[in-house]
Every structure is written in structure tokens, then in C-alpha cells.
């Protein structure tokens, strides 16, 4: 029967009494099972980093804001470091400032998982999706 529809005769049960086979198309088949342990794999929510400066201009600035809600709605963390260069280190309230304003807009997509910290010369918060911990 499996000769005259073109198709190949898979046994599923060896053991079975009678053995059960069935008629597939067994290229088909593999493919199928293929795609269905690639679904199974899940992504590992990658760290994008953006970078600016206390300096940064309102329109540079939403646009890291935007490709950041990108990133957060794919289900990926978002760091934004603040890099002091020079006397802007004697001046750290701009920075948090800056950190501020990207923590508020995003707000509805993410949450903060602490205050803006500073490291020597860099000011950086780390914001993860809104449905993750």
C-alpha cells in the first residue's frame, strides 16, 4: 500500500502485538520533527548596552530610549551607561539626571533592578523586562 501512494512505512511500536506502522512521507517527517525541537529551544534574554554622555542631546537621547523599548519588548536587559569625561565627573546629578529621565520613560515596559551606581568614571542602570525578575 505504502509503494503504490509514494509513501514510506514507519513502524511506531515494535513491541506492540500486532506491530503498529504508519504511512508518511519520511522527509516530511524529519523536517517536521526538526521544527518542533527548534520551537522547543528557548532564547536566552541577551545585555544590549547603550552609551552616552551627560551632554547627550534630547533627540540622540529618545532615540536610545526607542531602540531601548525595542530591545526590552523582545524580552532582552537594557544597561545605559553615562561615561563622565574630564571635569563632567565633578558633576554627577546630570548623569542621574539622564538615568532618571530614561527610567521614567520606560517605565511601562520595564522596571529598575537598583539606583543609578556609579564606577569610577561611569554611571550605569540596568532596566529587564516588566514580566521577568
Known sequence: MAKDLGLD????SRGATPPVCKLVDYNKFLFEQKSKLKKTKTKKAELKEFRLTPRIGEEDLNVRIRRGKEFLMSGNMVKYTVKFKGREASYPEQGVL??????????????????????????????IPAGKK
Do not use: H, N, Q, R
Not at 9 to 12: M, P, Q, R, S
Not at 105 to 121: I, W
Open 98 to 127: 539622564k538615568l532618571k529621565i530614561i527610567e521614567s520613560e520606560l517605565s511601562e515596559v520595564a522596571k529598575s533592578d537598583a539606583e543609578p551606581k556609579m564606577m569610577g568614571k561611569l554611571m550605569s542602570i540596568t532596566l
Open 9 to 12: 512505512l514507519i513502524e511506531v
